[in-house]
């Protein structure tokens, strides 16, 4: 199973907005509804941001927003601030019971 | 509050086996619904799923790694444990475990446990 993909990179300014897509197949990303996205800044743990495509764990800001349309999800973050600069990965149910993520994704806030 | 720490050899030899354990507080794996994961991360590299354990004791594994892992719990010590066989080199990688919503998402990582491989 190849790893979801994803753009290498993106960058915006502080208060621009940036999306971040995600692209898989219909076994896994289009197959299904749990597409969940992590941050992770250097040297840290990832945080969930985003689960169930479009839900938002408690206390994560709603300037953080995901949608699905067909094999691609995406990640829509608003309000760009600088400590959103981070690395992000996508990760979707690939059946049966099993996961995969995205090669991850570098947000610079310019 | 739900806490996980990850622990194990910082370095192993190619073809040893690798032993490690995740300790976690806050929650416990005999409630339904409940799982753990092990994710790995080589350096400068991206998040690869190795491997869960379902409250029931269910277990699933990665498609390409899967002969080499086994996982497990001890309910008794809050405590799940990796072991992945034939370890090389390009098996470094700083290893993780989280408390998953079943398949949905993980809600709660460990802070990671770096493992190298090398002679």
């Known amino acids: 199973q190849s790893a979801l993909t994803q753009p290498r990179s993106v960058s915006g300014s502080p208060g621009q907005s940036v999306t971040i897509s995600c692209t898989g197949t219909s076994s896994d990303v289009g197959g299904y509804s749990f597409v969940s996205w992590y941050q992770q800044h250097p040297g840290k743990a990832p945080k969930v941001m985003i689960y169930d495509v479009s839900k938002r764990p408690s206390g994560v800001p709603d300037r953080f927003s995901g949608s699905k349309s067909g094999n691609t999800a995406s990640l829509t973050i608003s309000g760009l601030q600088a400590d959103d600069e981070a690395d992000y990965y996508c990760?979707?149910?690939?059946?049966?019971?099993?996961?995969?993520f995205g090669g991850g994704t570098k947000l610079t806030v310019l | 509050q739900v806490t996980l720490r990850e622990s194990g050899p910082a370095l192993v030899k190619p073809t040893q086996t690798l032993t490690l354990t995740c300790t976690f507080s806050?929650?416990?794996?005999?409630?339904?619904?409940?799982?753990v994961s092990w994710i790995r991360q080589p350096p400068g590299k991206a998040l690869e799923w190795l491997a869960l354990?379902?409250?029931?004791?269910?277990?699933y594994y990665s498609t390409s790694l899967k002969t080499r892992l086994t996982i497990s719990k001890d309910i008794s010590k809050n405590q799940v444990v990796l072991t992945m066989t034939n370890m090389d080199p390009v098996d470094t990688a700083t290893y993780y475990c989280?408390?998953?919503?079943?398949?949905?998402?993980?809600?709660?990582w460990g802070q990671g446990t770096l493992v190298t491989v090398s002679s």
């Open positions: 806050g929650f416990s794996l005999s409630t339904s619904g409940m799982c």
């Open positions: 354990i379902e409250w029931d004791d269910d277990k």
């Open positions: 989280a408390r998953g919503s079943g398949v949905r998402y993980l809600d709660s």
């Open positions: 990760c979707s149910y690939a059946g049966p019971f099993t996961l995969i």
